[in-house]
């Protein structure tokens, strides 16, 4: 973004708090004119830091408590009316960790609601540093008052570690369990060490984000920008069922949409698919939040078998980047070679088994998505036009941008339509976007990011990677490798600098008969549907809080049904868009916190830092990205030739959404206390 002279300049950590509030109510009541309508019933909880050491220096003549008052009022001037919001503190009223209460010292100073941006706003004005750092307590009492059911999210602030029992990480172990629907995100400033680990782990735990900050920003100049984007949680939907940890007994699923969590070890779930017509193929998707800062590299599999154990398709699940990063598994019943009574053609019943391998301490208790899909068998394929050849780019006329909010999981990706739409994008984050496309055509999208200067030419700080993938209906990465023309070349990834880029993918057209090929960019353009867009910026360990602009042009190139197969006796596909979505049922009001939550308050934490001692450590960077990209690569590419099966697989072009080989017919000091 551009510096602006006579714009005051805060620092990073509230501007990110700033970032993030703003960022996060706009994705639970924000609409736009081209996105679907946002999530209703949300509601936010900001729980802050006012312990002692927030009287400390901010870095800029200021203190932290009065940086983080302006960006605070700043932020309630631009709440969208519609949104739920509630104000917490903590250590605000208690001096000495000594007296009694200090470690419950926690306060609602603004109730949860939409009516309340005065009382808001007179809250942050009495917003003053003091006591203790009773985070676990706090976060206990956060979370009671988001009640039990919703999309609800709690931003802690806090400048360092917890001086009271509960340890807050086992507390959000402990949140976590009200439901998929709630999160925890962190902003820790001037954290490091045993603080710094510690608010990661809150973060982790909480199935939120951990923001590190240390220095200033463009603040008021970052928030104008950021007002209209949503920074939406990464989100589960369907209808909950349980897999079975053995074939015997597993639930039926008919083709549409369900979630379901994986297990605490490395056992299988199994689910039984139902045919309604010989000869139909049977399309399995599984889609979950990839580990953060972990592989790309995912060996949870995806396996479609007959009931007698003969396979049909099985894919390892394709990592996304970013911190709130995807990872998406497929199988199907599909296969090119014939065979006589092929069981997988022929069943009434195939076996979809979700085993998270090697990953499962890391996937213990992770929601996932699953996408059933079934397509009847064709009366004829001699009349179909041939595999679709390598596309070559067409340009599209530009237009003038619309403001798009981007979703950052599948059941929040905004339905564009052909045109050009402007965002902002941050570090580390992935943004999602679905058009649609019907037989005959292809997606193209271009992302352009102009020329910067300023404070955000300052925060690229040398050379970052734009990564750009499309992904099916049922999931598979799509992006046509081998296309032609394309801006910023047929890799998905590009190299941005503070000059700008121009970067663009596009996929092979959509036949029926692209199903016989070798890879994801044949089989996943098999069907029309609804297929996405995913955008994101690599994250680097020294990073400030900035955004980029940027503008997403998006084409659809062909004729609308050329090409469409008839089916037998005139059925109708149960794939794409004609699968309607079951929201995730919600918690009941017994679904509460386990064991960790019956500790309301302890005492000290021992050795712990008391008055003003709330970790005053050297500045800290941000969690890491992809950093070396080569390294990564080569690890992904080194995996797949030892994974890789009997059936051969078309050269890939090396690039940030590496794609997997087919493999077995599917792809893989002391002031006065606080006042309320």
Request: proline residues 8%.
């Amino acid at each position: 973004m551009t510096t602006h002279q006579g714009h005051r300049r805060r620092p990073a950590v509230w501007a990110l708090l700033a970032i993030t509030l703003t960022a996060v109510l706009a994705g639970l009541t924000t609409g736009s004119a081209v996105a679907d309508p946002a999530p209703s019933g949300g509601k936010l909880v900001l729980v802050l830091d006012s312990s002692g050491s927030m009287k400390e220096p901010a870095g800029d003549g200021q203190t932290k408590i009065a940086a983080a008052r302006t960006a605070l009022t700043q932020v309630v001037t631009k709440l969208p009316t519609a949104a739920e919001v509630g104000l917490r503190v903590y250590g605000a009223t208690v001096f000495k960790r000594t007296q009694p209460g200090a470690c419950s010292d926690t306060q609602l100073t603004v109730p949860i609601g939409t009516d309340n941006r005065p009382q808001l706003q007179a809250a942050i004005a009495k917003y003053k540093p003091y006591g203790e750092t009773p985070i676990g307590y706090a976060l206990q009492q956060a979370a009671k008052d988001l009640g039990p059911v919703g999309q609800r999210t709690i931003v802690l602030v806090s400048d360092g570690e917890a001086t009271c029992a509960p340890d807050p990480c086992v507390v959000a172990q402990s949140i976590a369990k009200q439901g998929i629907d709630l999160k925890i995100d962190v902003v820790g400033f001037r954290v490091a060490g045993k603080a710094r680990t510690q608010l990661q782990c809150v973060a982790r735990e909480g199935r939120g984000d951990y923001y590190d900050a240390d220095s200033t920003i463009d603040l008021e100049a970052g928030l104008d920008r950021l007002s209209t984007r949503a920074f939406r949680p990464f989100r589960i939907s369907g209808t909950p069922v349980q897999g079975a940890a053995q074939q015997e007994g597993a639930p039926e699923l008919a083709p549409g949409h369900y979630s379901d969590t994986f297990g605490v070890d490395s056992t299988s779930k199994h689910y039984l698919l139902k045919r309604t017509m010989t000869g139909s193929t049977l399309r399995a998707g599984v889609s979950f939040r990839r580990p953060s800062g972990g592989s790309f590299v995912i060996q949870t599999e995806v396996k479609l078998n007959t009931l007698t154990g003969e396979q049909c398709g099985w894919s390892y699940p394709r990592g996304f980047d970013g911190d709130q990063g995807l990872a998406t598994g497929t199988a199907a019943s599909w296969s090119k070679y014939e065979k006589k009574n092929d069981e997988c053609a022929e069943s009434e019943q195939l076996v979809l088994t979700v085993n998270p391998g090697k990953d499962f301490r890391e996937l213990k208790g992770v929601p996932y998505e699953l996408r059933i899909d079934e397509e009847p068998p064709v009366e004829s394929t001699t009349s179909l036009p041939a595999a679709a050849d390598d596309p070559t780019w067409v340009p599209m006329r530009g237009s003038t941008p619309r403001a798009i909010v981007p979703g950052s999981s599948f059941p929040d990706a905004p339905l564009l339509q052909p045109g050009s739409y402007k965002t902002t994008l941050m570090p580390g984050e992935l943004q999602l976007y679905k058009v649609k496309a019907d037989w005959g055509q292809r997606i193209q999208a271009q992302i352009t990011v102009p020329e910067m200067a300023g404070a955000t030419a300052e925060a690229i700080d040398g050379i970052r990677y734009l990564d750009t993938a499309l992904i099916s209906p049922i999931g598979e990465d799509v992006y046509a490798v081998f296309a032609k023309k394309v801006p910023g070349g047929s890799y998905t990834k590009g190299v941005l600098t503070k000059r700008g880029l121009v970067k663009a993918v596009t996929s092979k057209e959509i036949r029926y008969l692209n199903r016989n090929g070798a890879n994801n960019q044949d089989t996943g353009t098999s069907t029309p549907g609804e297929y996405y867009i995913a955008v994101s910026l690599t994250r680097k360990d020294d990073d400030k809080a900035f955004t980029i602009p940027l503008t997403l042009t998006v084409g659809v190139v062909g004729t609308a049904g050329a090409g469409k197969p008839t089916y037998v006796d005139g059925a109708t596909p149960v794939s794409g868009d004609s699968i309607t979505p079951t929201p995730t049922a919600e918690p009941s009001a017994s679904d509460t916190p386990g064991d960790g939550d019956k500790t309301e308050a302890g005492g000290p934490v021992q050795g712990s830092n008391s008055d003003s001692g709330d970790g005053d450590g050297t500045p800290v960077a941000l969690i890491a990205g992809l950093g070396g990209g080569g390294v990564l690569l080569l690890l992904v590419g080194v995996f797949v030739v030892l994974r890789l099966r009997a059936k051969p697989a078309t050269a890939q072009a090396a690039g940030p959404w590496q794609q997997y080989p087919n493999q077995g017919g599917q792809n893989p000091p002391q002031q006065p206390p606080y006042q309320p």
